[in-house]
């Protein structure tokens, strides 16, 4: 069974330029997942997908290998989906099963890409998800007047021990079969294995603020033992 993990690593980020090769705690961003991939020893091999000469190098750098995308499949509103199959396609042609890995994930851990890659026996995709910290069915929307409202009336008396948890993805991998990703299976749908992840080991990295907040937790996770600087 060869398996390979995929990368998505574009250059153009805009509300953290170049966040993919930014310092975080010193160390190229990009570094830290490629890390828990090699760690896992999962993979035959570990490849970024980017559009940008410089991330392809700081791979390299990690141990990983790059591809090149074309320039359609690097906007902004070009979804993972694509260049996962754009890269099977192209420079994998006999992995059996591909783990897309988020490039600006420096929680990710060996051992959530293995306890993912045990999810996906029997399904199509494994996704890591966590869970909402508050009901969902309860979340205020401000109005037109600037006044509180309800996304869900009916559960304003509603005890949030009676409402189902609900999740989001985490955001650090995707596992899924070779053939589920080149079909037209939906990656949040019913043959789709969920990977619960700790909350603390969850943070979006989209804006500066994120990136702050990121590097707090990465210190307190190290000291405590539960995350490894590559």
């Known amino acids: 069974m060869t398996r390979i993990a995929i990368l998505p690593a574009r250059g153009g980020s805009k509300r953290i330029p170049r966040k993919n090769v930014k310092p975080f705690l010193g160390i190229p961003m990009l570094h830290w997942p490629i890390a828990a ?4 020893g999962l993979f ?31 906007d902004d509103r070009t979804g993972v989906v694509p260049v996962v199959q754009h890269a099977l396609a192209e420079a994998a042609p006999d992995a059996e099963e591909a783990c897309l890995v988020y490039a600006t994930a420096p929680f990710l851990r060996a051992v959530d890409l293995t306890r993912g890659h045990e ?32 996304f869900q009336p009916e559960h304003a008396q509603t005890r949030s021990q009676d409402l189902p948890e609900a999740f989001h993805d985490a955001a650090l991998f995707a596992w899924g079969t070779r053939a589920a990703w080149l079909s037209d299976r939906p990656l949040y749908g019913p043959d789709t294995a969920m990977v619960d992840i700790p909350r603390h080991l969850v943070q979006d990295v989209d804006t500066p603020e994120d990136w702050t907040r990121a590097e707090y937790m990465a210190r307190a996770l190290i000291d405590a033992g539960e995350i490894a600087a590559p």
């Open 119 to 150: 999810a996906l026996q029997g399904a199509s995709f494994a996704l890591s998800v966590t869970s909402f910290p508050f009901p969902v069915q309860r979340a205020l929307r401000r109005t037109a007047e600037g006044r509180v409202a309800m």
């Open 44 to 74: 035959d091999r570990i490849l970024v997908s980017t559009d940008d000469v410089g991330i392809a190098d700081t791979a390299r750098a990690a141990g990983a290998e790059a591809l090149i995308r074309p320039a359609h499949l690097a």
């Open 37 to 40: 991939a090699r760690a896992s």
